[in-house]
């Protein structure tokens, strides 16, 4: 079983910046062979993507986050990170990080692994 915990989350405001990282516990499979991801969900709203970073350090964003969360890994801690600028008010939300062994899933419910999440408040 591999376990992931979220932090680094916090009340800002906007155009604040905050850094959310992730943990990701030891097993048998390389930590890089994991895609990782973040998502959100807000109240009241399904959860979205926001990030992910595969394997080989491929990256895809929500267009609403382009440019603003820059998504990164460092194997060697076996850590994901997440660096939020330009905070807005619409990034409220709980965050959770993922982890799937190999290639990155289409689809956020195939996500093998889940982190408990951590609450990112911006206020204008």
């Known amino acids: 079983q591999v376990q992931l915990v979220e932090s680094g989350g916090g009340s800002v405001q906007a155009g604040g910046s905050l850094r959310l990282s992730c943990a990701v516990s030891k097993n048998y499979l390389s930590f890089n062979y994991y895609c990782l991801g973040w998502f959100r969900q807000a109240p009241g709203k399904e959860r979205e993507e926001v990030a992910t970073?595969?394997?080989?350090?491929?990256?895809s964003y929500d267009d609403s986050v382009k440019g603003r969360f820059p998504i990164s890994r460092d194997n060697a801690k076996r850590s994901l990170y997440l660096q939020m600028i330009s905070l807005k008010p619409e990034d409220t939300a709980m965050y959770y990080c993922?982890?799937?062994?190999?290639?990155?899933?289409?689809?956020?419910?195939?996500?093998?692994?889940w982190g408990q999440g951590t609450q990112v408040t911006v206020s204008s």
């Open positions: 993922a982890a799937h062994p190999g290639s990155c899933p289409k689809n956020q419910y195939e996500y093998r692994y």
């Open positions: 970073i595969s394997g080989t350090g491929s990256t």
